[in-house]
């Protein structure tokens, strides 16, 4: 009894080996293995490099072009992200060869900092304009319990300013434009304007910026970068059949 159970279970498990065993069909002309029905390439896809300049994709182009199909295609996704397609190829499946994503620092824009945070942020992650020096001149000189009073017209902003016994009005410019840092260190950073709201609470002041140009940066972004691929491989352009869209 107990025997022929047990051949019954190696019988059975037998089955189940049997049966995952991958098997391999052909199918109108093309390979395919029956545990996923994954076809097999003719053509093996690469494996994609992740880069952080725009300098690193062109030194790829130009140094590895036998790695390249004959046509490919710098996508340029953002203004923080390239991607360098080959052309179609089989099944018209394109081969992600490499990914540029820049290194940006993360303004939180439309959020309020506190005063400290605010001034940290504002030398981190701006180049500096006269816009920027006046915004940190304002928020730096404020101080709880030392302003007088802040008049708001929802446009701009005015606020007094108590220093020892003398007052003095410093008007808050509005719009101000400022040049964060947002895309690639190899293109210049855009301008925009930006609106700068101050307010006040228990913990003292806090500050913001809100974008006010509706994202627009972001198109004069990518054709600049189109333009510096453009110019940076002018001569591989024609060589290697390389398309740049943005």
């Known amino acids: 009894m107990v025997e022929g159970l047990r051949d019954a279970l190696q019988y059975i498990t037998g089955l189940k080996e049997k049966s995952m065993e991958p098997k391999i069909v052909e199918i109108e002309g093309s390979t395919y293995c029956t545990r996923d029905l994954v076809r097999y390439h003719r053509f093996p896809m690469a494996s994609s490099l992740s880069v952080n300049t725009l300098t690193a994709l062109v030194d790829y182009i130009k140094g590895k072009p036998e790695e390249l199909r004959e046509t490919s295609i710098l996508h340029v996704v953002s203004p923080t992200r390239v991607s360098l397609y080959s052309g179609l190829i089989d099944e018209r499946k394109r081969e992600s060869l490499m990914v540029a994503e ?145």
């Not at 101000?176 to 855009?190: N, S």
């Open 102 to 246: 820049a290194i940006v620092n993360e303004f939180a824009f439309d959020n309020y900092y506190d005063q400290e945070r605010f001034l940290i942020e504002l030398q981190s992650n701006f180049l500096q304009t006269e816009d920027l020096l006046t915004i940190m001149q304002v928020s730096g000189n404020i101080k709880s319990g030392t302003t007088a009073n802040y008049s708001d017209d929802g446009v701009s902003q005015k606020t007094t300013i108590k220093a020892g016994v003398e007052l003095s009005d410093v008007i808050v410019p509005n719009p101000v434009k400022l040049r964060p840092y947002r895309t690639f260190a190899e293109i210049e950073q855009p301008e925009s304007s930006y609106i700068f709201r101050i307010k006040d609470n228990d913990r003292g002041p806090a500050f913001k910026l809100v974008e006010a140009d509706g994202g627009l940066w972001k198109n004069v972004v990518m054709k600049k970068i189109k333009d510096y691929l453009e110019y940076e491989l002018s001569d591989q352009i024609e060589e290697h059949k390389i398309t740049i869209i943005a």
